[in-house]
């Protein structure tokens, strides 16, 4: 996507919109558009939920209404760097440190911490810790302090991290999916199995729950057990994990020497 950021207009017509006033439980997001700042919220739900596509696609939608949008573009600069993806992280990192609004105290610190992650300073979470000091009631704050963590390789900081997230949020379903993969990084295999089976509890709605529990499934090698859970996350959505089902299926007929007993869903 193109950036325009369309500063002129900005300039003339734009009073800024938070979300949150500084002060509050939950981080200020800066911009100057009640459509920009709608998208943004359903975003973070997709992201939240796991469903990739739609939290891009719905970003992209903000930053239609307001392209100087500085959360959505650190998100996306963010989820870029993540997925390692440096021409799309160095886009939306450059959007969101160019930023003309006048942001708020937590998100100058996030752009402090673009710049640094784009000086190749792979440790900022001494940022994502002042971030949680400032707003320790706001599951954004301490997802961010594990984004930064992951980047670190610091899976004991983000299973701490983690502990802490789950006690904050309404809904902590998100995190005790990321507890599971974080235990399984320590191989703590039990704890993993717990924290998604916690998820599915949480979310039994949610396909992405049983595409979690087949990932647990695959790297205990039950490889029925995982071609089970796969199947049931792509019977309630086709988008999710087919290819994972069959190599699965693979999987245990090469490991045992016989067919998989396929049971319908």
Known sequence: MKRMFLLTIFLLTGTLIFSQ??????IPVTTNSKAALSYYNQAMKYFDDVDLNKALETCKKALNQDPDFFMVNYQLASYY?????????????????????KLSDAEELLKEALVRLKQ?????????????????NDPNSYNNLISFQSLAGDSVGIVETLNKAVKIASNPATF??????????????DKAEEAFDKYIELEPKNPNVYDSKGDYYMYVKKYDKAYESYMIAYSMDHSFSHDKAELAKQLYEQTEGKKLEIISI
Not at 90 to 100: L, P, R, S, T
Not at 176 to 189: H, S, T, V
């Open 21 to 26: 006033k500084e002060g509050g439980n939950l």
């Open 81 to 101: 760097l993540l997925n390692r993806s440096g021409d799309n992280f160095d886009e939306y990192a450059n959007a969101a440190i160019n930023c003309k609004a």
């Open 120 to 136: 190749d300073h792979a440790n900022v979470t001494d940022l994502g810790k002042k971030l949680v000091v400032m707003y320790p």
């Open 176 to 189: 005790y999916n990321q507890l599971g993969y974080a235990y399984l990084a320590l191989k703590q295999n």
